[in-house]
């Protein structure tokens, strides 16, 4: 090792300290050694493919800020990976870039292309360059709006986030269908204790991310620091993973990696579209140690909820929009959150490329625009399809002559509809529920007005119902 080269390592070591945390400077930057300097050109040497693709992945911009700090703008940076190829005699040997493509990756200029012809030029140094755990500071537990849908979900997040490794909740397991939520709740978890005192080592990785890390691995013989580098975090949030149904060698490698973490008290945190019960293609001994710790559900948000989620993305976006149109939106859009969102965005962009406010009038070009078969009229077939599903009936017993309690009143409260909503005259509403006449529809709405006055929870379903057409008949 030169001294040269090691003086000028020692400068970089300095400015690298100030941007990362104590544990990932020993993790990723206390086992590299320099190896030469030639004019401005530092050779480092790493110990693996793996370890390189990490550096370059995660802080290469701190490197360059180094490597320029130090040696100016013409400085550059060279690897030496040493390559455990598995082989008996256990020599290492080294590659150093550049050298012919090697260090071309996933299709991205790798270090060859790049040190052999540009010097480093500096994009600016902000929190998400510098971010080691792949965690969006965005999802955090002040945006992630709290509801029944997600309340148990929600609060065991938070104890895993104030005791990682240490609660019962390890491996904490939070399952629900598409775009409600889980990549937000699972990244405030990671945030919440990276901010902390504890500079806990976290990292969030996509399963699809994991798999390929580990096939490469393999490829590059470079299996034993992938599994080491993994058995190092001490807060492992592996999102989606239904995705390692059918891969049996990362689930082995998986398997191992989780009972290291777990014998050493780490947290594990993961996230499937189905409870684990349901996890097709995960091998049974994978699937009963998920059920160690706590599975907990997300379902689709209520519509206090969706109301709030859209105040708090207005909110965020600085927009104000009228409470009849949140409202409008958190009644018709009841898919999931990220098509809620999705539904924002696209108004928010019609409003400002037209240049006009944000109505409801706008809202529901917006919604047609996105939802073709959108129905935004109230007729009597639309009241009577929803008072049969909100109340579980079949709907040809709503049109039928039974007289069972039960049907008697569902058909009353759309009879009660239908005079309220549509411009049908009573002979025609009769009509339409197995051609009654009109005074049993006089009298069908008589009911439901007098059963309101003494039955709460009557009245608040009726009331649910109205704020359903309501919306529709805007
Ligand atoms: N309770 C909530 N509060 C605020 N925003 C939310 C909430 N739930 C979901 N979102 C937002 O909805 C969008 C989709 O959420 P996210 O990506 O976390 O869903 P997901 O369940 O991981 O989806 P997928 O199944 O596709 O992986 C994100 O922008 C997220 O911020």
């Not at 990696?257 to 996230?271: A, G, S, V, Y």
């Not at 699937?287 to 519509?303: C, I, V």
């Amino acid at each position: 090792m030169s001294t040269e080269a090691n003086a000028v390592w020692n400068e970089c070591l300095r400015v690298i300290e100030q941007h990362v945390n104590e544990q990932s400077f020993s993790t990723w930057f206390k086992p590299i050694q320099p190896v030469k300097l030639v004019g401005t050109n530092l050779t480092i040497q790493v110990p693996s493919q793996f370890f390189y693709e990490w550096l370059e992945d995660n802080y290469v911009q701190v490197l360059k800020l180094a490597i320029k700090t130090t040696l100016g703008q013409g400085g550059r940076l060279e690897y030496a990976v040493v390559v455990d190829k598995g082989n008996s005699s256990n020599q290492p040997y080294v590659v150093s870039y550049p050298q012919g493509n090697q260090g071309a990756k996933n299709g991205k200029p790798g270090p060859a292309e790049e040190q052999s012809t540009t010097p480093f030029n500096l994009p600016s140094l902000n929190a998400e360059t510098l971010t080691q755990s792949n965690l969006n500071p965005n999802y955090n537990f002040n945006t992630y709006i709290e509801g029944d849908c997600n309340r148990l979900a929600r609060s065991a997040g938070f104890a895993v986030a104030t005791k990682p490794g240490i609660t019962s909740f390890n491996p904490l397991m939070v399952y629900g269908g598409v775009g409600l939520g889980k990549t937000h709740l699972v990244q405030a978890i990671g945030n919440e204790i990276k901010d902390g005192v504890d500079n806990k080592f976290v990292l969030y990785v996509s399963s699809e991310k994991f798999v390929n890390q580990f096939m490469d691995s393999i490829k590059d013989g470079n299996v034993k620091s992938f599994t080491n580098f993994y058995m190092q975090v001490d807060v492992l949030i592996i999102d989606d993973i239904q995705f390692l149904a059918g891969k049996d060698r990362t689930q082995e490698m998986f398997f191992h990696i989780f009972n290291h973490l777990h014998q050493n008290k780490k947290q594990i945190i993961m996230t499937s579209d189905c409870p684990p019960r349901d996890l097709k293609g995960l091998e049974e001994r994978l699937l009963s140690r998920f059920k160690w710790g706590l599975t907990a559900d997300l379902q689709m948000p209520d519509f206090e909820t969706r109301v709030a989620i859209i105040r708090r993305k207005m909110q965020s976006e600085g927009i104000e929009i009228p409470a009849d149109v949140v409202e409008y939106l958190a009644y018709t859009v009841d898919t999931n959150v990220r098509e809620l969102e999705g539904i924002l965005i696209s108004l928010i962009a019609y409003a400002s490329l037209d240049r006009v406010e944000i109505s409801l009038e706008l809202a529901k070009t917006v919604m047609k625009n996105i939802i073709k078969d959108i129905e935004t009229e109230v007729g009597i077939d639309f009241i009577q399809k929803t008072v049969s599903e909100y109340y579980n009936i079949p709907l040809e017993d709503l049109k039928a002559k039974t007289r069972k309690k039960e049907i008697v009143t569902a058909r009353q409260v759309a009879m009660y509809f239908s005079k309220e909503f549509t411009n049908h005259s009573l002979k025609s509403i009769g009509y339409h529920f197995g051609g009654r006449d009109h005074s049993t529809v006089i009298h069908a709405v008589q009911t439901v007005n007098d059963i309101m006055e003494t039955d709460s929870n009557f009245r608040n379903s009726v009331n649910e119902l109205k704020k359903k057409f309501k919306m529709r008949s805007y």
